[in-house]
Every structure is written in C-alpha cells, then in structure tokens.
C-alpha cells in the first residue's frame, strides 16, 4: 500500500500532496511483485512507440495517462497496478507522466486527466476518463481482454517485475488509521469518512485526519456523479447544487484551479445561506489539497477577496 500525502504508512495515498514537486513516481509505485514478476512499466515519450505501440501486436497494452499534480489520481493507479500483476501477462499496463510528454498529450488530443486507454495490434481503443471504483475498472479491463480474445489475440506479456529494484518495506502502519484505510481499500468512502471524524472528534487537531475526511467526502460525493452530465447541468446555470456537483467533478479529474473558480464566482453572486454553502464546500476542497499548496493558497487570496 503506497503512502499517504502525509507520508502516513499504510494509508491510500489519495492525493500526493506533500509530493508535489516529484515529478515521476517512486520504484515502489510499481506495486507489488508477484510470484512471475511484474506487468507494470513506465514510459516516456521516447520510449512511447516502442513500449507500447509495438508490444501491441503480441499482446493488450493498457496506458493510464497520469499527472503527479493530479489530486486523486493515485486512486486509480493503485487499482491499475493491482490488476496488472494480478493478470498474470494477459495485459501489459504502461504508465505516461503527461506532465513529461506534450507531443502525446497533443496527438491523443487529451481531454483530461487521468485518462485510460488500451493498444491493440496498434490500434488505439478508449476506456475510461477520471477515477473509477476497482470494480468499475476490472469491468473495463475484463471488457477489453474479452474483445482481445474475440480477434483472436491471445498473447501474453512478458514480466518486467526481474528487471526493477525490489522496494524497500514499507513500515508499520499507524494503527490510528486502519479502519479508515480499510474503509478507503474497498472503496467505501463514506465509511471512511466517518472513520476520520471519529479521530477528529478526539483531536479535532489532527492535521493527517482532516485531510483524509475531506478528501473520503470527495469521493462518496463524486461517485454517485456522471461526469459529462453533471458538468453539463451546472454550463450557464446559478443553480447552486449543479455547481457544487461540478466543481466535485472538476476535483476528482485534477482541474483544480477550475473548481475554485467556479465555487469563488459562485460566492461572488451568492448571498446569504447559499453564499456561506457554497465558502464552506470551498473550504472543504481547500483541505483535501492541504494549507501549503500553491493552488489553495491562490484560492484563499481570492476568496479573502470575493468576501470583503
């Protein structure tokens, strides 16, 4: 299990806050090893066509396209990753730092982030946008080896897992937080959520259980969305439920500076009850990033401003 934004062992790294400046993922991001090795690599822009494009002749290549900046994507990675070394070779899942590679981002015309797409004989096939539950993914995976199959594709992957540094043990976790990792682990977010405020209700002070049940709100709010329809809703309208859900959506896909612009406009034309919603939902977003991040301290400038 990778760490937290707070450097929490054992905990669902939900954010990579404190990990900002990182720009490529550590060795261990690979996750774990099994017996026949690994079916997890990273590729660049130059390695692209190569590691993937004609790997996909001989058998499925599944690209997740990520960002380190993005605020939830490591969700997604992890149950990537899990599902790759649990696959036994019947797919091969590359992993693109978009941040390091604009001439693909250019080219797949990147609509956002994180996206995942699948090669097949050279033939490119998407599959999803955003963070999806496990079971959501497996499903999508299941769908894309199905079809693999249908055209006569039964190719497997070699295992790279001999050709990576074997990752330093991670310690032990905080036992503080194993219900809410557990809770985090089967993607019942709500749960966790109520797990990190029972720990805030002991100390309210507890910087690392703040961040955690604002970012288990995030999640349980933004899983009952559809993405494309709840930003469509909230396109021109004052509605202030349609725009909480959208700048929800805008979170979970890493368009953070647009999810603070819209709830801070909001706040600007807003009054009364509805004004103080929607600074509070806005807080809220604040804290599943963290006080010292550049973008939430833009924000609060702003907000200071909207209010006075």
Known sequence: MSSSSFNRPGAVDLSQLAQQAKQSAPASSLGPRTAGGSYVIEVTEQTFEAETIRKSVQHPVVVELFSPRVATGQQLSAALIEIANASDGKFLLARLNVDTAPGIVQALGLQAVPTVIALINGQLAPLFQGVLPKDQVQAAIDQLLKAAVTNGMVGRAQPVGSEQPMAEPEPEADPRFAAADAALERGDFAAAREEFDKLLQANPNDAEAQVGKAQSGLFARAAALDP?????????????????????????????????????????????????QARVRLLELFETLGNTDERVLKARRNLMTALF
């Open 228 to 276: 494309e329809s709840t930003l469509a809703a909230a396109d021109g309208s004052d509605d202030l439920e349609s725009q909480l859900a959208a700048a929800d959506i805008e979170m979970i896909t890493g368009q953070v500076e647009a999810a603070f612009a819209r709830l801070i406009g909001m706040i600007k034309r807003m009054s009364g009850a509805e004004r103080d």
